[in-house]
Each structure stands twice: as structure tokens, then as C-alpha cells.
């Protein structure tokens, strides 16, 4: 998880017996010191030989522990680092990368992190159908451009979720050995096309991350000469361009997740309206109406949303849509007016 997160101390492999001695020491110190909340070590293959460092869940709702401090004291470490919420430190020549987690997410973020990157594997079968699979289970993303609107939660229920992307969850509940075995499950789904995979084809952040991950570029050069069952007709292989919602694998999602129907039809109506909002009244409107740039522009801005914030949600989209943009044009005529006015006698 944190990967070479310890620069200034040296740190090294475990052979496997070792490592797991090192785990149970670990998780055994932690549930001592952290009673009542969960605790857990992300899985790794079975027949992994060696490990470079170790990946712990610790339950984190309401915890008020300086975890740099806990860590320093707790385990003599030679150095630790903290990036966002892991906590990386290095005990007997080893890094350790404590992630903290909600108690919510535990059992999705447990799943999503184990077996080396088949979360990650997986994940792009899910961006193809137009979903997103992380830590936090399945989600669906809502954007405008570049912009996002909204995360819905589509479930937390692993079981449902790995079914829905078409893998057989029985098979991995049953875990793997080996990492060839994770390879084989990744392409078991019946949306599989190793195209969604190459490098070429992912966008530059996700290209860029990924060609530093070990078992993703293992996958990469696994497909090129197994036997793959299928190869999905996807209508472009490219990750660019976003999620998009395709109506067979909504209607899909609302069989396999029944409640997210209700929280889908109100988020699209909701973002519909926005949208429409957004077309009659925006920065770029307002900056053709005042002749306003940068600062100026972005004071004025924050100036209409005090009033936008005052009328409400619900009476500002109405007033916006009933107005157009002429009408909101005439809306914000005094306002620019007072504004500039304050702003001459400021001047002054």
C-alpha cells in the first residue's frame, strides 16, 4: 500500500515464514492496544515466497490516537511516515503500512486490497460497465466534463458486487495461491477483453500508476499468451472520455441492487436540473455580462452565491430556469452595480 514510503532507513524482504510470525506479532500489539476495534491483515496469495512489506486495516471511526506518535512509541520505529490515512513505519527492518479505515468500509476495503491487485483488475471490468469499484465498494459517478456532481453508492455487499461484474464468488471467497490464479479469475468474467488493460488505452493518471505496479505489468505480459475463453465486444477499449451510463448495465444494477434504483432515478433527475441551471447562469456568462476578470470575477462570484446560498436550493434552480439566460442577465445587472460601486468608493 504505501510501496517504498521509507526513504531515510533501509528496510528489506521477509521470507514467508518469517513474515508471518512478523504479522501475527503485529496484529496481536495492535488488537492489545486497540481492544474492541477491528483489526486485520490484507491478504496476500498463499504461495507468496516473500513479502516487502506488511498491509494492516485498523478500524478508525472516533479514534483520537496521535497514530505518529503511538507508532514511534509503540514499535521503536527508525522512521514513519504519514500519507493521508496510512501510516507507514518501519519495526525490525520492515515496513509496516497501517491503513485506517471506517468501520463502514472495512470489509469492502478488506476485499478491494486483497490479493495483490485484483481489486484494481477488476475495478477496470467495473469502469467499463460504467461503475466505479474501490475500498468503498461500488459506486457510481455522476460528472459534467470534468467536473464530478456526485458519487452515488450503488453497495457495500461484496458478494452481490463480484457477481455483478460477472466473476463467480464462490470462487473467490476461496481465495488464490497463486498470482497466475488471480490472472485466470480476472478474465473469468464474461465482460473480459484484455484490450480494457493496455497501457495505451488507460488515461494518463491511471497509465501512469499503473505502469508502476509489479503485479499489473505481470497481468499485462500473462495476457498476451494465455488461452482467454472471451473477449467482450466493448464498443471502444479506451478509458478516456469517463464512465459512461449504458442502459443494459443500469437495468442490471437495478436487478442486482434493487435499492439503488430509487437513490439513481433521484441523483440523474437532480443533475438533469443542474445541468439545466448551469446553462442559464455561470462564470463564464457572468464574465460576458460584467467584462469582470480573475480576482474581480471571483469576488463578485462569491458575492451571488451568498445570495444564491440565502434563497436555497430549491428556490434558486427555480428562478433560474423560469428566467433564462436574459432574465438572469437583468438579475444580476444591480448587484454588479452595487458591487462595483462599493468597490469605487473603496477605491477612494
Not at 43 to 56: I, L, P
Not at 113 to 142: C, I, P, Q
Request: charge should be neutral; glycine fraction near 6%; hydrophobic fraction near 35%.
Amino acid at each position: 500500500m504505501g510501496g517504498n514510503a521509507l526513504k531515510n532507513v533501509e528496510t528489506r524482504r521477509y521470507q514467508r515464514d518469517e513474515y508471518l510470525a512478523l504479522e501475527k506479532e503485529v496484529l496481536d500489539i495492535l488488537r492489545e492496544d486497540f481492544p474492541g476495534r477491528r483489526v486485520a491483515a490484507i491478504q496476500a496469495y498463499r504461495e507468496k515466497e516473500s513479502f516487502g512489506d506488511m498491509d494492516v486495516l485498523l478500524e478508525s471511526d472516533n479514534l483520537n490516537t496521535d497514530l505518529m506518535k503511538y507508532v514511534k512509541e509503540r514499535f521503536n520505529t527508525k522512521q514513519a511516515v504519514r500519507n493521508s490515512h496510512v501510516v507507514s513505519f518501519e519495526y525490525k527492518d520492515f515496513q509496516i503500512d497501517l491503513i485506517c479505515t471506517t468501520l463502514k468500509n472495512f470489509n469492502t476495503s478488506a476485499s478491494y486490497f486483497a490479493w495483490n491487485d485484483l481489486g484494481n483488475l477488476m475495478g477496470r471490468v467495473a469502469h467499463k460497465l460504467g461503475f466505479k469499484y474501490g475500498h468503498e465498494g461500488l459506486s457510481m459517478t455522476f460528472r459534467d466534463g470534468d467536473y464530478m456532481y456526485a458519487e452515488v453508492e450503488v453497495s457495500r455487499n461484496i458478494r452481490r458486487i463480484v457477481e455483478f461484474l460477472g466473476y463467480n464468488y464462490d470462487r473467490f471467497a476461496d481465495g488464490f495461491d497463486t498470482v497466475e490464479e488471480i490472472f485466470v479469475f480476472t478474465a473469468s468474467t464474461p465482460f473480459f477483453n484484455k484490450e480494457i488493460y493496455s497501457l495505451e488505452n488507460r488515461n494518463h493518471t491511471s497509465r501512469t500508476r499503473d505502469r508502476k505496479r509489479k503485479t499489473y505489468n505481470q497481468f499485462l505480459t500473462w495476457i498476451e499468451t494465455a488461452e482467454l475463453p472471451h473477449a467482450y465486444p466493448w464498443a471502444t477499449m479506451r478509458e478516456q472520455g469517463g464512465r459512461e451510463f449504458k442502459k443494459q448495465f443500469l437495468e442490471r444494477a437495478f436487478e442486482f441492487f434493487p435499492d439503488f434504483k430509487a437513490k439513481y432515478e433521484k441523483v440523474q433527475a437532480d443533475f438533469e436540473t443542474w445541468k439545466l441551471v448551469k446553462q442559464n447562469f455561470n462564470g463564464d456568462l457572468v464574465r460576458e455580462w460584467t467584462g469582470l476578470q480573475d480576482r474581480e470575477l471571483g469576488d463578485f462570484m462569491k458575492h451571488l452565491r451568498t445570495v444564491k446560498d440565502a434563497l436555497g436550493k430549491e428556490a434558486w434552480d427555480s428562478m433560474v430556469l423560469c428566467a433564462g439566460q436574459e432574465g438572469m442577465k437583468k438579475w444580476v445587472k444591480p448587484y454588479f452595480e452595487a458591487f462595483m460601486k462599493e468597490r469605487n468608493n473603496e477605491a477612494v
